[in-house]
């Protein structure tokens, strides 16, 4: 059973305990008879060394013993029952899962800021713990924050999460999420995306989670023939990052017509950015750099991580031959998910496009980089990336009308530059920590 730190701790100092008792009773009855202490005449003979042996385990076993127990009485989940563990009037206990990733992160910042309780499941393959430090750090209050270490793909595991937790509502980030990766790698993808959220939506039914917010992706339209794009648009993907996306959102469509879930789903677009006031930011693993966004690939050249930026498709039917995307900043992206929780109703589903409604071509994109760092970065134009399309915007109308939500911070080198203030100060990411 996977759970928080603090029961991990209980049950290393009852497993010490248990174990070191257990090796001095088998030690005792290992010795030979011959060599044990007799009884004789009501009165028992002892060796003296064997005595001091014997005395030194019970020092060392009582030792270990109070150790334990005042460490124990220090864990609030020794003092009180687990806050998280049951419902709460006013508080809206919310599961972020990928909450210790890049824009899952900004979200559970949002929530906590807002009063929410936050319960984070995170497998840190993509996410990084020293994420949900700072988190802890700026909202240490007991009953606000905790962080459960787990995979969504264990249904046994996530079953045990929902049993012991009492949520209101999930926002489901985690998921792999880079389309020249999917295509190498399809099966992780169909796994890690549409099987996982089965196993979500599965729990949310079996424990009566009523609310669900997933992230989803504009990839589940693939290269539609008009611009902008509307929630009405035809999704015809074209990677398997698009295409796992969008069977796990026909699952949560099906699940949803015979029942009471609220259920709001958004497909945003190109996600840049970080925590305006520098606590969080992007740190992707160095081992995925060469899939990552373009964002933080700039910022790499820029820091001379990497000699330049490989900019890959110079022929699409673009303006400047070179793709053209709708770049959201995560402080509004995390604001259009705080909105859909909000204005989630049982037995409703919405679909919200969430971006700027403009595109900007990579070309464009590079040039305000180069501004944001005040680097002249180098830059080579490669041939296309497998599965990536010419050119993706979308209409944000409906997210305004029903939401009332609109992006906020619509300037890219604004973006680009709260960004690289981040990734000037964090030059290791969050370290090893």
């Not at 009582?62 to 150790?67: I, P, R």
């Not at 003092?79 to 919310?94: I, L």
């Not at 424990?207 to 589940?220: D, E, F, N, Q, R």
């Not at 071509?361 to 134009?381: N, P």
Request: aromatic share 10%.
């Amino acid at each position: 059973m996977l759970m928080p730190f603090d029961f991990y701790f209980q049950q290393f100092c009852q497993n010490s305990f248990f174990h070191v008792k257990m090796l001095n009773f088998a030690r005792g009855r290992s010795q030979q008879r011959s060599t044990r202490s007799m009884p004789f005449a009501g009165v028992e003979h002892h060796d003296p060394k064997r005595k001091g042996s014997f005395v030194g385990k019970i020092l060392m076993v009582a030792t270990l013993a109070a150790l334990c127990i005042i460490m124990l009485k220090q864990s609030p989940t020794f003092r009180t029952p687990s806050q998280f563990s049951k419902h709460e009037e006013g508080v809206t206990h919310v599961l972020v899962t990928g909450g210790a990733g890049y824009i899952g992160s900004h979200a559970a910042l949002r929530l906590l800021r807002e009063s929410y309780r936050v319960t984070i499941v995170d497998n840190l393959s993509r996410g990084n713990m020293g994420a949900v430090k700072v988190l802890r750090d700026l909202f240490p209050e007991p009953g606000r924050l905790q962080f459960i270490y787990a995979d969504l793909g264990d249904a046994k595991v996530v079953n045990e999460i929902f049993s012991e937790n009492a949520f209101d509502a999930v926002m489901h980030f985690a998921a792999v999420a880079y389309v020249g990766e999917s295509t190498m790698d399809p099966l992780k993808y169909y796994h890690n995306i549409t099987s996982n959220t089965l196993v979500v939506l599965e729990a949310m039914a079996a424990h009566g989670v009523k609310t669900l917010i997933y992230s989803s992706t504009c990839a589940t339209y693939g290269e539609p023939e008009k611009m902008p794009i509307t929630e009405e648009t035809p999704q015809v993907p074209i990677n398997p990052y698009g295409k796992a996306k969008k069977m796990a959102e026909d699952i949560i469509l099906d699940f949803s017509k015979n029942s009471d879930m609220a259920v709001m789903i958004l497909r945003y677009f190109n996600v840049i950015g970080s925590d305006p006031e520098g606590r969080l930011g992007e740190a992707p693993r160095p081992e995925l750099r060469e899939h990552g966004r373009i964002s933080g690939a700039c910022f790499d050249a820029a820091r001379g991580i990497i000699p330049g930026l490989k900019v890959k498709g110079t022929d699409y039917n673009t303006h400047d031959g070179t793709c053209i995307r709708d770049y959201i900043d995560v402080t509004d992206l995390v604001d259009a998910h705080v909105k859909a929780l909000q204005k989630a109703k049982p037995r409703k589903v919405g679909i919200y496009n969430v971006g700027t409604g403009r595109g900007r071509s990579v070309k464009e994109f590079v040039e305000a980089c180069k501004k944001a760092t005040g680097v002249e970065i180098k830059v080579d134009y490669l041939p296309r990336r497998p599965g990536d399309y010419a050119e993706v915007f979308s209409n944000p109308t409906k997210i305004y009308r029903e939401l009332n939500w609109t992006a906020q911070h619509t300037d890219l080198e604004e973006s680009l530059k709260t960004a690289w203030r981040w990734q000037k100060a964090h030059r290791d990411g969050y370290g090893a920590s």
